[in-house]
């Protein structure tokens, strides 16, 4: 390390990046509550098996993108890039399966050692939840409900589209593989190299590959339709009714698959072409099999990741959350005087600040270019009483206005509560609004 850098691919975040990451998390949150879901925690990094073991060797994420290494006792250990493999474990490990069902909501950091650029780091960070323990399609329907609304709330549904497929049961995609490995055997000279690597490994994928030459054979492969199992086809039909009923709009997309080994049935992204090749913000499906394959009990699931990165950049850039009320103490005795004040406007949930510093006449401009929707002057009145002069910030310059809002309604409560200067002060400002 010759100078001082942050590593390539992960980012600082100030400012507007900073609030937008706190938006698409906050509202995350608030609309998980809708749907009844709880937030778990789980470890950052877990060994390299439950890693390697559950999103399938072969997998994209594993062969190359994985960030292990062997901590001081030897052991191999994996920063977790994507949650719902330690989700699984804990399920398993941690006793949590005496809950189930569960729905579950997390949201954090996750890693993957890939070539960075807009929309792709190395150090990301994802919104997950997952609804474990649930075989009905009712409980694809909520899920997927709840990331709609999530983005609908988010201001972004207009620009995301919903794809949705099926990637059937362990018949139907065994018929499936079969009839892509025709398919693509036959025009193997036409694929590109990665994908003819695939073709022997895992054919499903060549379907979610991104290169140009790869496209149009894409485009001729065969859909899943004429092999799905009756089964297979009852849980689709039952997934796309309940996403009519419950509004919830998406095209169909016959060759859609997941980069993971481990989906089952439904399979799902949010895709927009706002953001170039990035173009996938939220996406999941059923993984019925992977609990059980863990050597946990089979246990049926569904879930999502959300890139909160990309959802962020969707978004209409973040009004800052204002000062409330900036104090602006004229002397040292009106300091001691504010010091009260904040703590009891703070205590009524009120943002509030004391510029203490600079010359007295220069502080109001303090305040506003600080952000401060409003100005409290605290100078001495009549001797030994504070006198309180409000100012609105953002209305004509010099003129003192009433408040009659929250501030407003907070400041007189603090007032009426308290005696001495604080109320004396108090009812000098009600009768001096102006
Ligand atoms: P992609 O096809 O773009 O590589 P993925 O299929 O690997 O995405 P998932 O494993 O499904 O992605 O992860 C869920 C979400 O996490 C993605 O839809 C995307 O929004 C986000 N995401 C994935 N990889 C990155 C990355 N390297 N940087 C930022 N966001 C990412
Ligand atoms: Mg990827």
Do not use: C
């Amino acid at each position: 390390m010759s100078k001082l850098q942050a590593v390539r691919g992960t980012q600082d975040m100030i400012g507007d990046a900073a609030a937008r990451y706190d938006r698409v998390v906050d509202e995350f949150r608030a609309v998980s509550r809708l749907f009844g879901f709880r937030p778990v925690q789980v470890p950052v990094f877990e060994f390299t098996g439950v890693f390697a073991r559950t999103l399938g060797e072969t997998s994209d994420v594993v062969a190359k993108e994985m960030y292990s290494f062997q901590d001081r006792g030897g052991e191999g250990l994996t920063l977790r890039p994507e949650f719902t493999a330690g989700i699984a474990r804990a399920f398993i490990s941690a006793g949590w399966q005496h809950m189930a069902p569960l729905r579950l909501i997390s949201h954090g950091p996750v890693f993957r050692y890939e070539r960075p650029q807009k929309g792709r780091f190395r150090q990301f960070h994802q919104i997950d939840a997952e609804i474990i323990g649930s075989a009905e399609p009712a409980a694809d329907v909520d899920l997927l409900a709840f990331a709609a609304l999530l983005l609908d709330r988010l201001g972004i549904a207009d620009g995301v589209a919903l794809k949705l497929n099926t990637l059937g049961d362990a018949a139907t995609r065994d018929a499936w593989r079969g009839a892509l490995v025709a398919h693509f055997t036959a025009n193997a000279d036409a694929l590109s190299a990665d994908s003819r690597e695939r073709l022997a490994r895992n054919p499903l994928r060549i379907l979610d590959s991104k290169a140009a030459e790869d496209r149009a054979l894409i485009d001729a492969a065969p859909g899943i339709d004429a092999f799905l199992s009756s089964d297979a086809g009852a849980f689709f039909a039952a997934v796309q009714r309940g996403l009519e009923a419950s509004g919830v709009a998406f095209v169909r997309d016959a060759r859609l698959v997941r980069g993971l080994d481990y989906y089952r049935h439904t399979a799902f992204e949010f895709t927009t072409d706002r953001l170039g090749a990035q173009g996938t913000v939220l996406a999941g499906g059923r993984y019925d099999g992977l609990i059980g394959s863990m050597a946990g009990p089979d246990t049926p699931a569904v879930g999502w990741a959300g890139g909160i990165e990309r959802l962020a950049m969707l978004l209409a850039p973040a009004a800052e959350v204002p000062i409330e009320l900036s104090l602006v103490p004229a002397d040292a005795a009106m300091e001691t005087l504010g010091q009260r004040l904040l703590h009891l406007l703070r205590g009524h949930g009120i943002a509030a600040d004391m510029i203490t510093s600079g010359a007295h006449g220069k502080r109001y401009d303090r305040a506003r270019k600080a952000g401060s929707a409003r100005a409290l002057m605290l100078q001495p009145h009549d001797g030994a009483i504070a006198a309180v002069r409000l100012r609105d910030l953002h209305v004509v310059e010099g003129k003192t206005t009433p408040v009659r809002d929250r501030v407003g309604r907070a400041l007189r409560t603090v007032f009426r509560a308290q005696d001495g200067e604080i109320g004396n002060a108090f009812s000098w400002i009600i009768h001096h609004p102006d």
